[in-house]
Every structure is written in C-alpha cells, then in structure tokens.
C-alpha cells in the first residue's frame, strides 16, 4: 500500500511509544517504574462519574451539536470569563473530543501553505507535527534553561516577521512546568498586536495544575481575545484523560469554522462525557485541590532527589506535573540515558528530544504516579547514573 505523502510528515508522540516498550518488557516479567505518561493517576472523581451514568439513563446517548452541548458551552463561558477576566459568549465556545482537534482545528483554519507558526521547543510535539502536516513552515523559539525555560521576548521579535500567523504558547509548560509571568506575557502581547494577522494559540490545558502565583492569559490583555484561541479540557484537572473532552474558546467566526470542521470529522463530543464535564466545572473542586497539593508534594521530594544524584540537576517546576532535569553531566545523549534506564535500572522517562532538538541535553520525568514508586524510581535512577560515573 502507498500512502499519502502527507503521512510522512506527521510526528507523534513518544510518549505513548515508550509506555508501549515498558508494557511488553513488564509483560516479559521485569519490574517497570513509569515515569513516562503525561496522565493523571488518580481516578476521575465520583460525582462525575454519576453524572456520566444518570445521563446515560437519561438518554444522552444521541448525536448533540457539532459545536458541545449548548448547556456546556455556557458554563464553560462563564467559567472563562470570570477566571480570565474577559466576555465570552457561548457562541466563543467549540467543545471537542479531546483538547488536540482545537490545535488542529485552529491551524488547518487559519493557516496556509507558506506560513510560519512559531511554537515553544522543547514543547508539546504535536505543535510541530500539525505545522508540518498542512505544508506550512515551523518556527521553534528555543526555551533555554538559563531562563526558566521561559519563552524569550528578543529572540520572539527576531522570529516574527510578515509570514507569522500564529503562536503557539503553553503555560503551565509541558515538558518543563515553567510558567509565563504577567510581564512575559505583556512583552509578548506587545509583539502581537503589532502584527494585525498574527493570533496566539494559548495552550491552558495545565492552568489548575499550578503551584504558586497565578497562570495567566493572553486573552486577558486589551486587544488580545480577538486574536487569541484559549485552548483547555478536563483531561488534567479532573483525571478525565480517558473521556476525550477539551474545549476552544475564540472569536466567533472561528468558531463556526471549527464546528464545520467538527462535522467534517468527529460530528459531535459525546453527550453523556459533556454532561460529565459539566458536572466537573459546577460540582465540587475539592478533588482538585487534593490531586494538585499531592502533585506539590511530590514535586518537592522528586526535585531535592533529583539534585542529590551526581551529574543530574534539576529546576524546581512551577506547574504540570513534570521534572526536566538537565542530564549534560553524564556525557549521554538524551535517548541514550532514557533508553538505558529503561532496560537497565527498570525506569520509563522520555528522553528531551521528544519534545523537540532543543530538549537535548534533558529527559522529562513525570510525577504523575505514587511517592513509594518515584521514591523507588529515583533510587533505581541514581544507581543507574553512578555506574555512568564510574
């Protein structure tokens, strides 16, 4: 069979490559610590679930509006209007199986051949791969480590030029947890509105997940909600990875090209999931906050093990639940020492250049999992790193 040469050019996500490998060596009876996964691993709360099943009973098991569940669509705008300070409407919101059709959506909308879209590396790859996909030009902006893994506003106004159309931010950061301050976001916002065709894709997905301060939006800035796109979902804080919801907040002529493309693909998010998130986003936070604090705990315990383990060094996290310690010191290339782990000391990370070239130099840990197994994986790491030494 011959494809399409246009499959050539999607990337993927090694994330779920690696989970693959450690299953099939666990399956072969070795003991694997997965620290690989960008997931939740708590269960969704209860009062969720009862809301999934009572709408399942109660018939919601139809075709609904390609665009969400009109109910949905404005809790979720009066959700984001108080906490981004901003008027959204319902008719501003698209609800998707999934976070990543609002990244898709947004680029095959607004973007042509020829294009440039600049997009964070080491960052989320599928940034990247839909860029490539649909035959325009991708832009990294390197996020370096000297800088909190920030993005920089120099090297941002080098790179902006008459072809850029978009920009891709992510705060809470994945890979790295760095978070954007007020005053990088004022600086970036500056450079935007300079370019009357430029719109940000502002990836919020991790904005529950967040340590200290407050993550903020670019929607927020005067001038900014007409070219911004607020992409979010439930998969993060309320361990709804499985669910398949997310949703896109943006003007409302975009929205209404991402419901067309909603019909032309996946015709509508599942009903009963959309009374589920409903139920998330009116019901009690508390659950949150317990997964979030958990999150923190561990976080400080992973980054001072981390920072004891020779040729290792890791920067504190602000947001997400990832570590991306800096691994130079070994002299290993990044796939390298996370393929090691994996078959020698039994631990699954991702190597940094999954995010993108910049990541070399990394590996991402995610603490997504209990303290006993990072507490065991940690240890397993750092015997693993003094046989480099040696």
């Not at 490559?17 to 939740?40: C, F, N, T």
């Not at 979720?76 to 959506?105: H, L």
Request: aromatic share 8%; charged share 25%; with cysteine.
């Amino acid at each position: 069979m011959k494809l399409a040469q246009r499959m050539s050019l999607l990337g993927t996500e090694t994330a779920f490559e690696v989970l693959d490998r450690a299953r099939r060596l666990e399956a072969g009876g070795k003991s694997i610590i997965h620290l690989e996964i960008g997931e939740p691993d708590f269960n969704t709360p209860s009062n969720i679930i009862s809301a999934a099943c009572r709408a399942l009973h109660d018939g919601y098991t139809h075709y609904g509006p390609a665009a969400g569940l009109p109910e949905l669509r404005e809790i979720i705008a009066e959700r984001v209007s108080q906490t981004r300070n901003i008027k959204v409407k319902p008719s501003n919101v698209v609800v998707t199986p999934g976070a990543k059709p609002i990244m898709f959506f947004a680029v095959l909308a607004l973007i042509e051949k020829g294009d440039e879209v600049i997009y964070p590396n080491p960052g989320f790859p599928i940034y990247e791969s839909i860029i490539d996909f649909i035959g325009a030009k991708a832009v990294p902006i390197k996020l370096r480590e000297e800088n909190q893994f920030r993005m920089e506003v120099p090297e941002l106004k080098k790179l902006v030029n008459k072809k850029t159309k978009l920009l891709f931010l992510n705060s809470p950061h994945n890979p790295t947890g760095s978070v954007l301050s007020y005053q990088d976001l004022e600086d970036i916002v500056e450079i935007v509105l300079k370019h009357k065709r430029l719109f940000v894709l502002s990836d919020e997905i991790y904005g529950r997940v967040l340590y200290d301060g407050m993550a903020h939006s670019p929607a927020s800035f005067p001038g900014m909600q007409e070219r911004t796109i607020i992409l979010d979902g439930f998969s993060k804080a309320y361990a709804m990875t499985g669910w398949r919801l997310g949703y896109g907040v943006m003007p409302e002529k975009l929205a209404q090209a991402m419901a067309q493309l909603m019909i032309n693909s996946n015709s509508c998010t599942a009903s009963f999931s959309q009374r589920a998130a409903l139920e998330a986003l009116t019901g009690p936070q508390e659950e949150v906050e317990k997964m979030v604090a958990e999150f923190k705990r561990r976080r400080d315990v992973i980054v001072q093990e981390l920072n004891s383990i020779s040729k290792l060094s890791c920067q504190i996290p602000r947001g997400a639940f990832y570590a991306f310690p800096n691994i130079k010191k070994t002299g290993w290339k990044s796939k390298k020492l996370a393929d090691y782990l994996l078959d020698e000391a039994g631990v699954a990370v991702l190597s940094g250049t999954s995010f993108g070239k910049y990541g070399e130099g990394f590996v991402r840990i995610s603490y997504a999992n209990s303290l006993e197994n990072i507490k065991e994986g940690l240890n397993r790491i750092r015997k693993a790193v003094e046989k480099i030494s040696k």
